[in-house]
T-cell receptor, first 117, second 110 residues
Framework: DTEVTQTPKHLVMGMTNKKSLKCEQH?????MYWYKQKAKKPPELMFVYSYEKLSINESVPSRFSPECPNSSLLNLHLHALQPEDSALYLCASSQGGLAGGRAETQYFGPGTRLLVL | SQQGEEDPQALSIQEGENATMNCSYK?????LQWYRQNSGRGLVHLIL?????REKHSGRLRVTLDTSKKSSSLLITASRAADTASYFC??????????FGAGTTVTVRA
């Protein structure tokens, strides 16, 4: 299995809702990433997990809460989002954990398109 | 933060023509990667070139890297309609992260 899967594909939520995005990979990769991408912009890194531990948090607001239950799964819990949080949320994985500072090839999922009303 | 700047922002070519896009960056890097993104979907890794390499090929793709000028180019030869996508360069600055450029949108006309 050489793919990263994400569910749901689309999500519409109100500002008071709580929802979760899910990401799964079965390639044995040890680093997993969450990115946010606005229309016609490049992806922006949000979080990085390495060996199931949160290694990088790019000063993301606490209304986004990541979780890595095991080496294959990555969740992003959403609570009290704002309309400006509407975006494509991409999950990615890479083979090794973060070591030596190098950024490896990343394998991306298809994304979850989120609309906050 | 965004390190790469891509040029042009948009490119429209006829099927069968070649497409060239450029990426410039500001700080020293370990490697530079190119990714493709079809409309509204995830990114697909195309090619990685290390800082000690000058040119790399993969199928119809040719990537060059000039570390003295802090720039890279991606050439797609004999373009097809399926090449219509956004193309991003991404640099590895030895801080565990990929820094993506703004992207070049390529449209291949039939």
């Amino acid at each position: 299995d050489t793919e990263v899967t994400q569910t749901p594909k689309h999500l519409v939520m109100g500002m008071t809702n709580k929802k979760s995005l899910k990401c799964e990979q079965h390639m044995g990769h040890r680093a997993m990433y969450w990115y946010k991408q606005k229309a016609k912009k490049p992806p922006e890194l949000m979080f990085v997990y390495s060996y199931e531990k949160l290694s990088i948090n790019e000063s993301v607001p606490s209304r986004f809460s990541p979780e890595c239950p095991n080496s294959s799964l990555l969740n992003l819990h959403l609570h009290a989002l704002q309309p400006e949080d509407s975006a494509l949320y991409l999950c990615a994985s890479s083979q090794g954990g973060l070591a030596g500072g190098r950024a490896e090839t990343q394998y991306f999922g298809p994304g979850t398109r989120l609309l906050v009303l | 933060s965004q390190q790469g700047e891509e040029d042009p922002q948009a490119l429209s070519i006829q099927e069968g023509e070649n497409a060239t896009m450029n990426c410039s960056y500001k700080t020293s890097i370990n490697n530079l990667q190119w990714y493709r993104q079809n409309s509204g979907r995830g990114l697909v890794h195309l090619i990685l070139i290390r800082s000690n390499e000058r040119e790399k090929h993969s199928g119809r793709l040719r990537v060059t890297l000039d570390t003295s000028k802090k720039s890279s180019s991606l050439l797609i030869t004999a373009s097809r309609a399926a090449d219509t996508a956004s193309y991003f360069c991404a640099t590895d600055r030895n801080d565990y992260k990929l820094s993506f450029g703004a992207g070049t949108t390529v449209t291949v006309r039939a």
